[in-house]
């Protein structure tokens, strides 16, 4: 039961450098998140996904873009990273909408120097 | 700007004590509450939710909610070491909404 997958689990980036976060779920969920947490603030929502072909910004967009590729991956690609952006970064998923629980994967720690 | 407010703790409680973690909210019109669990280095699992005024029990667990005076709570009876973990409190607006807000996490350390 895999449930919420993300890739890679743990990233070292420098200043300017890009890269895509991926994630996947196996759920047949119609809605899709990506959140970071950082150290005092909590979860922050940065994009989601009400269902397949939409996209939405959260909270904290700014520096990110997303794609939801198909019902199950849903990528999260920062074009020129930031240090500001060093965080952990949580994807998660829900059957629709968030009255219902979020499932999280195990989340990808990123460092930008 | 919603806000969801919950003490950072560190809570401690002995072992077989209730701990009580409490939550407050800026948004009027939320409708969805819940409790998230996070292990050190883990991610944020579900335990309770609530949406009716009142107390829901689950086991253990017992979520309060107070819509009039935009409050929450979460007991936990008999408390166990293997409690010790982060508690998340989240609200949304209710059906419809896809945009969750989490307080910062109050951290219970239950004490053997």
């Known amino acids: 039961n895999a449930g919420v997958t993300q890739t890679p689990k743990f990233q070292v980036l420098k200043t300017g450098q890009s890269m895509t976060l991926q994630c996947a779920q196996d759920?047949?969920?119609?809605?899709m998140y990506w959140y970071r947490q950082d150290p005092g603030m909590g979860l922050r929502l940065i994009y989601y996904?009400?269902?397949?072909?939409?996209?939405d910004k959260g909270e904290v967009p700014n520096g990110y873009n997303v794609s939801r590729l198909n019902k199950r991956e849903f990528s999260l690609r920062l074009e020129s990273a930031a240090p500001s952006q060093t965080s952990v970064y949580f994807c998660?998923?829900?059957?629709?909408?968030?009255?219902?629980?979020?499932?999280f994967g195990e989340g990808s720690r990123l460092t930008v120097l | 700007q919603k806000e969801v407010e919950q003490n950072s703790g560190p809570l401690s409680v002995p072992e077989g004590a209730i701990a009580s973690l409490n939550c407050t909210y800026s948004?009027?019109?939320?409708?969805?509450f819940f409790w998230y669990r996070q292990y050190s280095g883990k991610s944020p699992e579900l335990i309770m939710f609530?949406?009716?005024?009142g107390d829901k029990e689950d086991g253990r667990f017992t979520a309060q909610l107070n819509k009039a005076s935009q409050y929450v709570s979460l007991l936990i009876r008999d408390s166990q070491p293997s409690d010790s973990a982060t508690y998340l409190c989240?609200?949304?607006?209710?059906?419809?909404?896809?945009?969750?807000?989490f307080g910062k996490g109050t951290k219970l350390s239950v004490i053997p």
């Open positions: 998660a998923s829900s059957e629709y909408g968030v009255t219902g629980e979020l499932f």
């Open positions: 996904s009400a269902s397949e072909g939409t996209t």
């Open positions: 609530i949406y009716s005024n």
């Open positions: 759920m047949n969920h119609n809605s």
């Open positions: 989240a609200v949304s607006s209710g059906a419809g909404s896809y945009q969750l807000t």
């Open positions: 948004d009027r019109g939320s409708q969805s």
